[in-house]
């Protein structure tokens, strides 16, 4: 009898230490999520760019083709092993990843996490400025410095 109170004495201290874990500890696991995601675009990026590189370099042009069908162009001629995940926007002079922002909060967690100040942002904003010329961002003295912003608010 002994040993079951004792079992169950333990497995209520950690069930309290996990959920002590999640609720005080919930910020850096936001940021861990974050920054894994964050730096999975970036190297995802800088393949693809590789691959473009390497077209250039054999056909001394670029591709014709854009977007996701250049991808699967390099693909298939073997200059990516394999296409990234996402939705890629890939021209021979930009390549980028819209993000899907799900709060005010999850968008000033990104621009932290790339390593942007948040708090130049106006209060109005909330970590997360507009960056395409939306209603209050063309008052905005540094609205050019906040297209940059990875997280920014595209409001239409």
Not at 106 to 113: D, E, G, L
């Amino acid at each position: 009898m002994f040993q079951l109170i004792v079992v169950v004495i333990a497995i209520a201290l950690v069930a309290i230490l996990v959920i002590a874990g999640i609720w005080f500890g919930g910020d850096a696991y936001n940021d861990g999520a974050a920054r894994a995601s964050y730096a999975q675009n970036v190297n995802s990026a800088a393949q693809i760019e590789g691959a473009l590189q390497l077209y250039y370099q054999d056909h001394l042009k670029n591709p014709q083709s854009q977007d996701m069908l250049l991808l699967y162009e390099l693909h298939d001629q073997t200059y990516l092993k394999d296409i990234p995940l996402g939705d890629w926007k890939v021209q021979p002079d930009s390549i980028y990843r819209p993000i899907e922002i799900q709060s005010v909060e999850s968008c000033k967690t990104m621009n932290r996490v790339a390593g942007y100040d948040v708090t130049v942002v106006p209060s109005q904003y909330e970590g997360c400025p507009p960056c395409n010329g939306a209603e209050g961002s063309q008052q905005l003295a540094d609205a050019q410095t906040f297209k940059s912003y990875p997280g920014c608010q595209f409001i239409q």
